[in-house]
């Protein structure tokens, strides 16, 4: 079972902006501006600590988030997507007239044993 999955759409832009910047992280921290979008980078021009936790890996790409926006997400599963239109972040998609975005739904009950395990 998966925390975070992307769509072939999206997986598009990640293939173009591989090929640009090579080796890439998505990042979703819950601050301001669009801060609670995911945000991608290259993959050491972002600082990660103990306190960012590893979703997954979505076509090749890890997802981290910060643990305090993951106890907001923790019960629901993430889709990376993307759509026209400038973020107000520092995202490797903004260039491109687009930005990426998360869909959500909430956790099944066997899905969320499974990934909360009490």
Known sequence: ??????TEKAKKVLDTLKSKHGELIFHQSGGCCDGS??????????YLDE???????VHGVNFYMNQDQ?????????????TEGRG????LEIPLGL?????S???TDE????????
């Not at 306190?51 to 890996?57: A, K, P, V, W, Y």
């Not at 107000?88 to 995202?91: L, N, P, R, Y």
């Open 105 to 107: 739904r909430l956790l």
């Open 88 to 91: 107000a972040s520092f995202s």
């Open 111 to 118: 899905e969320n044993e499974v990934l909360n395990p009490k």
């Open 51 to 57: 306190s960012d936790i590893l979703l997954g890996t």
């Open 70 to 82: 993951f106890e907001y997400w923790k019960h629901t599963h993430l889709t990376v997507d993307v």
């Open 1 to 6: 079972m998966e925390r975070v999955a992307i």
């Open 99 to 103: 930005r990426f975005l998360i869909h």
């Open 37 to 46: 979008a995911p945000m991608l980078f290259e993959k050491y021009d972002m």
